[in-house]
């Protein structure tokens, strides 16, 4: 599924590009480029990571339990704009 990116994102103009399957290459006017994830867990539920580069380790996740990957990339953006913008 093909992310939707918030309204805010574009206000900060940042751009995102894609980085491998399930993944986004983030990058904004004085912000680091960071990596935003999705992944599917065993249960058929779906978690949202952040990495501050591509082969990291997760700086910020949620708990598998998205029930959409949706809902998993609102999350992930949700995480970027916490960690990163604010």
Do not use: H
């Amino acid at each position: 599924m093909e992310p939707i990116e918030p309204f805010w994102f574009k206000q900060r103009q940042c751009k995102a590009e894609p980085a491998g399957d399930n993944g986004l290459r983030v990058s904004g006017p004085n912000l680091p480029e960071t990596f935003l994830r999705i992944e599917r867990s065993g249960d058929d539920r779906w978690r949202a990571a952040l990495r501050l580069s591509a082969d990291g380790p997760d700086a910020s996740s949620t708990d598998p339990e998205l029930k959409t990957p949706k809902e998993a990339w609102e999350a992930a953006f949700e995480l970027y704009r916490v960690r990163m913008i604010v």
